[in-house]
């Protein structure tokens, strides 16, 4: 089962611009972690934030987590057109063997 | 570091026929995953290895999906017979220890059944 829901599903954006996603999730947590991936191509590991922290940043992400609403955000600034890929929150859910339940992603296009 | 190694990148077959994907860990992982990732969505978890024994298969349909990973290292992933909406992506992932939060995925391998 999924458990994150990615808002928007798609973001197109001008190279520069700010680009935010957002994640909202069903059940208590350990942490939240995004991924990237390109098309065609595995994933990769992004940033992680525990359940006790708020804000991290990494670079030029910057995430959020409020864990009274059940949601997380993803900013990236400056964006490039290498930053053109799908973006996934993956929950580490507190119940439960499983490690990480990600979401449906978000399609993100970085127009030059 | 070499990463997770997945073969072969892309197969096409014919339903009910058999498939298997083959996946090699970065070195020292304990802990292995394998995904599906169907077009326009998200990694589903099939199966977790801990070393060589299943810590979840609760989402692998189990009449026609098998996986192993006998010696704790390389795994296999099987589906016998295949149908039409096994089409997707099946990713290997693998992670220090249970405990440990970053998984690191393979290039996955993409699998049409026509």
């Known amino acids: 089962s999924q458990q994150g829901e990615e808002d928007p599903q798609a973001l197109s954006i001008q190279e520069g611009e700010n680009a935010t996603m957002n994640c909202s999730y069903k059940?208590?947590?350990?942490?939240l972690q995004w991924y990237r991936q390109n098309s065609g191509r595995g994933l990769v590991h992004l940033i992680l934030?525990?359940?006790?922290?708020r804000e991290k940043h990494s670079g030029r992400l910057r995430v959020t987590l409020d864990t009274s609403k059940k949601s997380s955000s993803l900013l990236i600034t400056a964006s490039r057109a290498a930053d053109t890929a799908s973006y996934f929150c993956a929950t580490d859910p507190i119940q439960g063997a499983q490690k990480l339940v990600f979401g449906q992603g978000t399609r993100l296009t970085i127009n030059p | 570091e070499a990463g997770v190694a997945q073969s072969p990148r892309y197969k096409i077959i014919e339903k009910r026929q058999s498939v298997a994907f083959w996946c090699n860990p970065i070195?020292?992982?304990?802990?292995l995953y394998w995904y599906q990732q169907i077009l326009g969505q998200g990694p589903k978890l099939l199966i977790q290895?801990?070393?060589?024994?299943?810590?979840?298969d609760s989402q692998l349909p189990k009449d026609r999906f098998s996986a192993e990973r006998l010696k704790g290292v390389d795994s296999t992933l099987k589906i016998q017979p295949a149908k039409l909406e096994d089409s997707a992506v099946y990713l290997c992932?693998?992670?220090?220890?249970?405990?440990?939060?970053?998984?690191?995925f393979g290039p996955g391998t993409r699998l049409t059944v026509l």
């Open positions: 934030i525990r359940s006790n922290e």
């Open positions: 070195s020292g992982h304990a802990t």
């Open positions: 059940t208590s947590i350990n942490n």
């Open positions: 992932a693998s992670s220090l220890d249970r405990e440990t939060d970053t998984q690191y």
């Open positions: 290895f801990q070393n060589n024994g299943v810590v979840d």
